[in-house]
């Protein structure tokens, strides 16, 4: 099952410099994703079901996407467990001028189907069928790693970023940001809570307002690790996006943002921690070349621990990359 989806990028989808949000990139990827699981988790009689977003592996912005551009975001579903849906996605941009295309965005996203008559009841998943069984012990595998990754995401999610007064430049507290947003009707599935989608595009423009600050120039997202759905977030929630730099490199940053939601519509639920993820963002010149990053001050301990962290997984990923390229060089 392959699924298609076509949209021309408008200037309400992009910055002030032209580029294509990373934001607006992640909600369409997030929509084709979530029609073709929900398609194929309704494929065979039985109770109706919605797919609902779980987690987002770790995703690179390849190429950047402009304004006029059209985005032709392709879906198929590449493995299925007992409950749960995989679905890679890829993003390729088109100029319509020159019929000039290139791939911006590649991704892994998986989801569970919920019942429609009741969101709490999780639904069994039509199994797909491989060409090899190589695919499907590949499959696994993937499947058992991101539910123990999803795991140890949620056992750290107690951290919260508080306000401080008079921040010097460059330090976390003077860049850190936080977004308040009333979950409205448009937001929301048709079980009333919230498209993953709408929740990656708030994360990213409190991540972009993150690195603009401390950098004051263009900035770009150039990739974002796994993004975790731990709960799901209602119709009528005040929820508060929250972002914090952890980490610089010469020509990267790395910002830490969490969504926190007030269930106001139930007095009963406390606020907890719904989303957690980590976006890593460059700045461009005017001419869109890559300018250094002004390094972090850390202060606290806290903030020395994180930026520490920080560049475990940047050194992590920039290994990977390296290792990917070895054997292109060697032919």
């Known amino acids: 099952m392959l699924l298609l989806l076509i949209q021309i990028m408008r200037p309400d989808d992009a910055n002030i410099a032209g580029n294509v949000h990373g934001g607006t990139i992640l909600k369409m990827i997030e929509e084709a994703g979530a029609i073709i699981s929900t398609r194929h988790c309704n494929s065979q009689s039985g109770e109706r079901c919605v797919a609902a977003l779980a987690r987002v592996e770790r995703t690179d912005f390849l190429s950047p996407m402009c304004i006029g551009e059209v985005a032709h975001v392709s879906a198929e579903i590449t493995y299925t467990s007992k409950h749960s849906v995989e679905v890679q996605v890829n993003v390729v941009s088109e100029n319509i001028l020159t019929g000039v295309k290139k791939v911006t965005n590649k991704a892994t996203l998986w989801y569970v189907p919920l019942a429609l008559q009741n969101v709490h009841k999780v639904l069994e998943v039509p199994p797909i069928q491989y060409a090899e069984k190589e695919q499907e012990e590949e499959g696994r595998r993937r499947y058992e790693e991101q539910k123990l990754e999803r795991l140890e995401t949620k056992e750290r999610n107690g951290d919260v970023i508080l306000p401080i007064i008079n921040p010097e430049p460059y330090t976390v507290g003077y860049s850190q940001s936080s977004l308040i947003h009333l979950v409205g009707p448009s937001d929301c599935t048709m079980h009333g809570f919230v498209h993953g989608g709408v929740t990656m595009k708030l994360m990213d423009e409190v991540a972009g307002i993150v690195a603009a600050r401390h950098c004051k120039t263009n900035i770009v997202t150039a990739s974002v690790d796994a993004i975790n759905f731990h709960e799901k977030i209602k119709k009528g929630s005040v929820i508060t996006i929250s972002g914090r730099m952890t980490f610089t490199s010469n020509k990267s940053m790395e910002i830490e943002v969490f969504v926190d939601a007030d269930p106001f519509v139930d007095e009963s639920q406390e606020r907890y921690r719904a989303v957690s993820a980590f976006f ?36 992590q990923t ?14």
């Not at 963002?281 to 070349?289: A, F, I, M, T």
């Not at 290994?319 to 390229?325: E, H, N, V």
């Open 280 to 315: 890593t963002y460059v700045s461009l010149s005017k001419e869109g070349k890559p300018l250094p990053v002004p390094q972090l001050v850390v202060e606290a301990e806290d903030e020395r621990r994180r930026f520490e962290e920080g560049k475990g997984r940047y050194l």
């Open 318 to 331: 920039k290994a990977k990359r390296q290792a990917k390229m070895q054997p292109l060089t060697q032919q």
